[in-house]
């Protein structure tokens, strides 16, 4: 099912990692931007909020390559 970004929430404790890294947003920016396909981004709807809960990576990299939808497993 197609989300918009804008919609999923990221502040509610669901990042297992301790950081983003940076080098890989940026990696796959570019790879988004020449055409690579990556596997949707996991995400639990409570009924008010859709809570990314994996993906956060290509989360950051969908909105530095300013996509405004993506593909989620809800």
């Given at each position: 099912?197609?989300?918009?970004?804008?919609?999923?929430r990221?502040?509610?404790?669901?990042?297992?990692?301790?950081?983003?890294?940076?080098n890989?947003?940026?990696?796959?920016?570019?790879s988004?931007?020449?055409?690579?396909?990556?596997?949707?981004?996991?995400?639990?709807?409570?009924g008010?909020?859709?809570?990314?809960?994996?993906?956060?990576?290509?989360?950051?990299?969908?909105k530095?390559a300013?996509?405004?939808?993506?593909e989620?497993?809800?």
């Open positions: 099912m197609k989300i918009k970004l804008k919609d999923i990221i502040d509610g404790g669901t990042q297992t990692r301790e950081m983003i890294n940076e890989t947003v940026v990696e796959y920016v570019e988004m931007l020449d055409g690579a396909q990556f596997p949707a981004i996991e995400v639990f709807d409570d008010i909020n859709k809570w990314l809960v994996d993906g956060f990576h290509r989360y950051f990299a969908y530095r300013d996509v405004k939808e993506v989620a497993n809800v």
